[in-house]
T-cell receptor, first 109, second 114 residues
């Protein structure tokens, strides 16, 4: 089974940096996804990590440490449109995706 | 290309009624999934299908059934709705690859059971 933990809420100022942490415990690991979900909308894919290290995509970066069961999503140069929920999800060896409860990020002017 | 569509967008349903939520994808994806999303609990897998003709149970399958007669469609049926099934339901699909199998989500169906 899965145990995926991430903070419930975070608040940051426009232009700042925010780091959303995710820890997980799993019996098998086949990769970790981050999704973004705006209120009332569907989750959309942000990033995928399967190897240790940092993956950078523009203003967003995602880091994975498999030995520590830990990932973070880094959002730089925050914009108002980044206000959303960010979902950490782990895919196990049976290829099923298990989601954390999500972190709601509020960007303030 | 529409991607994934779901119908209806929202529905209010009396307890005990039967309801089918529709999901269609035009990406020729092998795998499809149904999730429910509840406040504080995140997305939970109800049922999935790795390929047309096969289905499997997820984390919270009780009270729901699915079928996968073809690649494109994956309907979710509530045989006799109960208030605890009030939720937002998301359908998703993926290629069904062995690695980096990104799931793409439909717009969701907001269901209220009274």
């Amino acid at each position: 089974g899965q145990n995926i933990d991430q903070p419930t809420e975070m608040t940051a100022t426009e232009g700042a940096i925010v780091q959303i942490n995710c820890t997980y415990q799993t019996s098998g690991f086949n990769g970790l996804f981050w999704y973004q979900q705006h209120a009332g909308e569907a989750p959309t894919f942000l990033s995928y990590n399967v190897l240790d290290g940092l993956e950078e995509k523009g203003r967003f970066s995602s880091f994975l440490s498999r030995s520590k069961g830990y990932s973070y999503l880094l959002l730089k140069e925050l914009q108002m449109k980044d206000s959303a929920s960010y979902l950490c999800a782990v895919i196990e060896r049976d290829y099923k995706l298990s989601f954390g409860a999500g972190t709601t990020v509020t960007v303030r002017a | 290309i529409a991607g994934i569509t779901q119908a209806p967008t929202s529905q209010i349903l009396a307890a005990g009624r039967r309801m089918t939520l529709r999901c269609t994808q035009d990406m020729r994806h092998n795998a499809m999934y149904w999730y429910r999303q509840d406040l504080g609990l995140g997305l939970r897998l109800i049922h999935y299908s790795n390929t047309a003709g096969t289905t499997g149970k997820g984390e919270v399958p009780d009270g729901y059934s699915v079928s996968r007669a073809n690649t494109d469609d994956f309907p979710l049926t509530l045989a006799s709705a109960v208030p605890s099934q009030t939720s937002v339901y998301f359908c998703a699909s993926s290629e069904g690859r062995a690695d980096a199998d990104t799931q793409y989500f439909g717009p969701g169906t907001r269901l209220t059971v009274l």
